[in-house]
């Protein structure tokens, strides 16, 4: 059974930076490797919106809302995905899901920007 796992939020306060990491295990790099592989967030009160996403081919789309702020990337040697989250707004404030091809989900991470 595949599994996504999260890991590196928590609090940081405005213009601050976390990187994200999701996990991929219980499943084969042939199939892996393909895979687009998204973020997800949702905030307090709020429905769960795309972050962004990359391709196999390691073409990456953003929500207008982290343009510019948020990078994705992906390591397939380690079937494992990194968001790297720059300038931080209290806005950002949600919990983090990773997702593969639109199917798998991870549990999802806080990440909480305080001052």
């Known amino acids: 059974q595949v599994r996504l796992e999260e890991s590196g939020g928590g609090l940081v306060q405005p213009g601050g930076s976390l990187r994200l990491s999701c996990e991929a295990s219980g499943i084969i790099s042939s199939v892996f490797n393909p895979s687009t592989m998204f973020w997800y967030r949702q905030a307090p009160g709020s429905g769960r919106e795309w972050v962004a996403s990359?391709?196999?081919?390691?073409?990456?789309h953003y929500a207008d809302s982290v343009k510019g702020r948020f990078t994705m990337s992906r390591d397939n040697g380690r079937k494992t995905i990194h968001l790297q989250m720059n300038d931080l707004k209290p806005e950002d404030t949600a919990i983090y899901y990773c997702?593969?091809?639109?199917?798998?989900w991870g549990q999802g991470i806080q990440v909480t920007v305080s001052s």
């Open positions: 997702n593969r091809a639109g199917a798998d």
């Open positions: 990359i391709t196999s081919t390691r073409n990456t």
